[in-house]
């Protein structure tokens, strides 16, 4: 009985429940019976033993997989075997860590002008601000511009109202998202947003057919000259980049702003950092890299050990699995625990404590510890494919907020996640351009 309520529960508040889960069975427990198995792991260990284990053992396209409704059937997300490791090599030849270096200047004048925004909203005095959807657009315009470069990013505005519909299919209860074909119901909805995706990406292929842009850094246009997917392939992973590029980051950037401004002494210290990165702000910003920006990214790890996007990820077992010592049968679901490894009180002192520093410096069996216990982007083969540009991307954001704007915190209380994990309430701080006195608005 109370396996049902977990089952139940689990998609609904997938947070406060993997914890109860944790708490009361330990942190490996096998949930269900027959057709509707689930596996909960939480040691990092186990966790970690699971990504060692051969691809093939496991599946992303399985029964639970609501996804393929939005990211296509072709895309990375719920496709297996051959077809996924041809799509992961093609798509994988577009994050290169030189492309990743090229998208720097960008991320920095994006950033720039979501701050220039930001600044004369405030017109000079100190208000309260949502820095969620602010942060949204931005990551958004950095995903469109990765992906298409300039004219891709100008359709940004249809693209985003696209994904809100998109990301209210994902919020709702695990049961609503059936694929249950009621006319004017969420699935057909989402269904025509998806269509609105593919015209807008489908037109940036045709224009590209006829008249390449010759830019390098341009992904959508490296995997439509290697000529290694179909067009439909294509359009599958352009649309799930933009969806990964958007949900997780965004969320991700909210936590990162609201624990850093919340930390006494923190936001001094990442300022003075990016000061001495950057060179003062009226100098203008020569391209620089991420390179000194070092407690800016401790800074994003320490937020993503905490708050990672998503309780727990997902795959299908296809065939008994040994891990940690643990027999897993086949046809069982999987749900492995980011969140849960990045508190475990066995791995982390004080886990539940925000401090950058934690990562500074470790002996070599912290940094064994934390290189199994720190997994927001997954491991193994199905790894995050995005990872380098989030961590960039995030430490960049970060720095230059930090040096442009003064933020504080509005409440003391750390808020609870939402099902998709972002912050319940949003990202409320009330900021002022560093260095000016603010009047209280
Ligand atoms: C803070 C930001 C991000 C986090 C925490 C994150 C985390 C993850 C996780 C946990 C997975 C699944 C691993 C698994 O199932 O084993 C994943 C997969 C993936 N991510 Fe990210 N992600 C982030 C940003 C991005 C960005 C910016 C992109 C690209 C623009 C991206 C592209 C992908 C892709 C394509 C996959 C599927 C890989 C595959 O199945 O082969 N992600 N990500």
Redesign the pocket.
């Known amino acids: 009985m109370a396996q049902v309520g977990y089952l139940r529960r689990l998609f609904t508040q997938p947070h406060r429940v993997i914890q109860e889960i944790n708490d009361r069975h330990g942190p490996v427990v096998l949930l269900g019976a027959g057709p509707a198995r689930l596996a909960i792991l939480g040691d990092p260990a186990v966790i970690s033993d699971l990504f060692t284990e051969p691809t093939e053992s496991f599946r ?1 396209n399985h029964r639970f997989n609501t996804l393929a409704q939005w990211v296509g059937e072709d895309s ?2 719920t496709s297996d075997g051959a077809d ?1 490791r041809r799509r ?1 090599r093609a ?1 994988q030849a577009g ?1 290169s860590r030189r492309r990743i270096s090229g998208w720097i200047p960008m991320i920095r004048r994006e950033t720039d002008a979501s701050i220039d925004r930001l600044v004369e909203s405030l017109d000079g005095t100190r208000a309260t601000v949502d820095l969620y959807p602010v942060g949204r657009s931005l990551v958004l315009e950095i ?1 469109l511009q ?1 992906l298409g470069g300039p004219r891709l990013a100008q359709r940004a505005p249809e693209v985003d109202a696209q994904l809100r519909m998109l990301q209210d299919f994902i919020e709702l209860p695990a049961l609503r998202q059936l694929p249950l074909p009621i006319p004017g119901g969420p699935r057909a909805r989402v269904q025509e947003a998806r269509r609105t995706l593919d015209r807008i990406v489908d037109d940036e292929i045709a224009r590209i057919r006829i008249n390449p842009d010759g830019d390098e850094r341009n992904v959508l246009e490296s995997l439509v000259t290697a000529g290694e997917l179909t067009d439909a392939e294509i359009r599958d992973q352009v649309i ?2 933009i969806g ?2 958007y949900d ?2 965004s969320a ?1 950037l909210a936590w990162i702003l609201l624990r850093a401004a919340a930390t006494p002494g923190l936001w001094d210290r990442l300022a003075e950092e990016a000061d001495a990165a950057f060179g003062p702000v009226e100098d203008g910003t020569p391209p620089g890299t991420s390179g000194s920006l070092d407690l800016a990214d401790r800074t994003v790890r320490e937020s ?1 050990r905490l708050h ?3 309780a727990f ?1 997902a ?1 299908e077992t296809v065939v008994d699995v040994i891990a940690g010592g643990y027999r897993i049968p086949r046809h069982t679901l999987v749900a492995w625990s ?1 969140h849960l490894a990045g508190r475990d009180p066995q791995y982390w002192s004080d886990p539940l404590r925000f401090d950058p520093d934690r990562h500074l410096n470790p002996t070599p069996e912290q940094a064994a510890l934390a290189r199994m216990a720190w997994i ?5 083969s ?6 380098a ?2 961590q960039i ?2 430490s960049l954001i970060l720095a230059r907020f930090a040096q442009r704007l003064r933020l504080e915190p509005v409440g003391s209380e750390v808020p609870q996640p939402t099902r998709r994990s972002r912050p319940q309430g949003g990202a409320p701080l009330r900021g002022t351009p560093r260095g000016e006195t603010p009047v209280d608005r």
């Open positions: 992303w990375l997300l996924h992961r798509v994050f995903v990765v799930t980049l990964a590029g997780p980051s991700s993503l990672p996007p998503g990820g795959r980011t927001p982007y997954g491991g193994g199905r790894n995050c494919l995005g990872f540009l989030a991307e995030l």
